[in-house]
């Protein structure tokens, strides 16, 4: 076999030129620049106890944890049951119900640092693979830093002094000794542990699990893992295998491959991250832009809304000092009135009681014209206004300050005595036939009121049967309610409007409903016997007799109405309604010549 060193590095030679190469191999021991960093695996202290590292397995996800650590998780789920050699017998996972005495759970957890969920193998977290990247950054750190809890790596008792770089083992002082007299390491380069402060890596045997005392410095191609000496010599027997130093250019250059096409998608995915960042920091600016517009506004808006509010209130007093100063006068009027007709009975009471008659006499005529003039007055005197006065939230008032707002006073009040109806004559309605009515709303005063608002209901009512027509009462928002209903019976009905649950002015009112206008069917002609070319037996509504014996009418003749008339119900008026049908003796129609 074509040998390589052991201590060979294949990353290093990954990008040396052949030159370099020839120049001979490089120390795994070597001393690299400081400020190279080992990348995640190569962190001196776990994500979860913030610790140096204690014997550190690699998740699947390739990051780091304490084993003591992923112990302490728990479990994510069951994912399969698998029998103990279920991956060297067969890909194919066992059921609950096949075998159960030789199953095992296959558990899944939860990463700590990436949240992914990532599969254990059958041994559980001590099946995982360590990180010997991460304890040669403990062993580093703690040869820089002095730490006195280094122990010699062969007797594990004293205190270390200094470091194989050959057999890359930590040796106390007796030790360290004692490997310079033995013949097989007497040539091995021992260095005292202060000098190594300066090194950025440093490399520790990786010796095999299954025999201890043996590195790992074989591979073996079928199991595709490293292989001690004596594991070749047992279970590894039949299985191909080479030297680490051989089969490292092989397996290294197909991890390299791989990576190089991998990176390139850190880079799409940086790009990405950047488009990203670029787009929340676009975002952050419009909302900090549009944050500083809302507030604008709103405070401008909240200054219009103070503003309109100070002018509300503002009318507000305005309209109660006016109509306080209504209220005074008036009464002062009527106040006037009173003493005025209080005086005039009080004498008049006074003179008829205590009075000799001539006194009477003497004083009846000033007294007559007195009383006769305070009868006269008009005494039907009650307040010039009302408390009508309201706040309407929905009323546009204008804009403040370039805004709209809303809200105002309203200091009309509906006068239900006051309201009229207006419209199509409710005396001329037909049956089957749509009624509109517009009921027109007035303050106290007489005047329009100019808004809506107000509680309208509407009674129709058939008098003789049990029938109360459906309504429609539209607010038209400017004083005025449109009614309608369409009236399906015949006859006289009750029709009721109120407002503020006070009938209007002229309510109730009747109305009467009557059949719709009917077409006339027949002609209008002079006489049957003309209309239908003197046909015996053509018919006419108005009952004449044609002279010979046979039923119709003629010129003249006994039940002609003597002049010009319809057919069908010998009505006289040409623009009329028909007054009737046919009556059934009349077999024929007549008909226009």
């Known amino acids: 076999m074509n040998k390589q060193p052991r201590d060979m590095s294949w990353k290093n030679l990954g990008e040396m030129s052949i030159k370099e190469q020839e120049q001979g191999p490089q120390g795994a021991e070597a001393k690299i620049p400081s400020q190279v960093s080992l990348g995640g695996l190569g962190k ?37 049951l698998r029998t103990p050699d279920s991956e060297k017998t067969s890909e194919r996972p066992w059921l609950w119900d096949k075998q159960p005495q030789h199953l095992e759970p296959q558990l899944s957890i939860l990463c700590p640092v990436c949240d992914t969920e990532v599969d254990l193998p059958p041994g559980g977290v001590k099946a995982l693979t360590i990180d010997h990247l991460a304890i040669n950054k403990v062993l ?43 013949k097989k390491t007497a040539f091995h380069s021992i260095m005292p542990l202060k000098d190594l402060k300066g090194y950025n890596q440093i490399g520790k045997a990786i010796v ?36 680490v130093s051989n089969v490292i250019y092989k397996h ?10 991998t990176q390139p998608h850190m880079g799409t995915l940086e790009r990405a991250l950047i488009q990203i960042e670029g787009v929340g920091n676009a975002l952050r600016s419009r909302m900090d832009a549009l944050s500083s517009d809302v507030r604008e506004f709103c405070d401008g808006y909240i200054m219009a809304i103070r503003e309109h509010r100070d002018q509300l209130l503002k009318q507000l007093e305005d309209v109660r000092i006016q109509k306080e100063n209504s209220l005074h006068l008036q009464k002062l009027q009527v106040e006037q009135l009173l003493a005025d007709l209080r005086t005039g009975v009080e004498f008049t009471e006074h003179l008829l009681n205590n009075g000799t008659d001539l006194e009477i006499l003497v004083t009846k005529k000033v ?17 010039g206004l009302d408390d009508g006065i309201c706040f309407s939230p929905q009323e546009k008032a204008g804009q403040y300050g370039g805004y709209e707002v809303f809200g105002a006073i309203l200091t009309k009040g509906v006068d239900p005595s006051k309201c009229i109806l207006q419209g199509e004559d409710i005396q001329k309605v037909c049956e089957k036939q749509k009624v509109t009515l517009t009921l027109l709303c007035r303050d106290i005063l007489g005047e329009h009121m100019g ?31 449109t009614i309608s209903f369409s009236p399906e019976e015949l006859g006289l009905y009750t029709v009721c409007i109120f407002v503020k649950g006070q009938h209007i002015q002229g309510s109730p009112y009747t109305m009467t409903v009557r059949r719709r206008f009917r077409q006339h069917q027949g002609v209008f002609h002079c006489c049957s016997f003309c209309s239908s070319g003197g046909q015996k037996n053509a018919r006419c509504a108005c ?51």
């Open 367 to 383: 007294v007559v014209n007195r009383l006769k003039k305070l009868k006269k007055t008009d005494y039907s005197i009650g307040p």
């Open 543 to 593: 009952g004449g007799t044609m002279a010979g014996g046979y039923q119709g009418c003629g010129h003249g003749h006994k039940g002609h109405p003597g002049r010009r008339h319809w057919s069908c119900c010998g009505g006289t008026e040409e623009n009329s309604e028909c007054l009737g049908e046919i009556p059934q003796r009349s077999l024929v129609r007549t008909v226009a010549l």
């Open 252 to 261: 290294g250059n197909s991890i390299r491959d791989l990576l190089k096409s």
């Open 140 to 182: 580093l750190q703690n040869l820089q830093e002095d730490r006195p809890c280094l122990v010699c790596d062969l007797c594990s008792d004293r205190e270390v002094d200094s470091r194989c770089l050959t057999c890359r083992v930590n040796l106390c002082q007796f030790c360290s000794q004692a490997h310079r007299r033995q």
């Open 44 to 80: 001196s202290r776990c994500p979860m106890c913030m610790e140096l590292f204690k014997v550190p397995r690699i998740l699947p996800c390739l990051h780091t944890f304490c084993t003591a650590c992923l112990e302490e998780l728990e479990p994510f789920s069951v994912l399969m």
């Open 208 to 243: 095999c699990s299954i025999h201890p005392p043996e590195e790992l410095n074989l591979f073996c191609e079928q199991c595709d893992q490293p292989v001690c000496r004596d594991c070749v010599l047992g279970d590894h027997r039949e299985h191909t295998y080479d030297l």
């Open 451 to 481: 808004r809506g608002g107000e509680h309208i209901r509407v009674n129709v009512i058939h008098k003789n049967k049990d029938c109360v027509l459906k309504t429609m009462v539209q607010d038209n928002n400017n004083g005025t309610y």
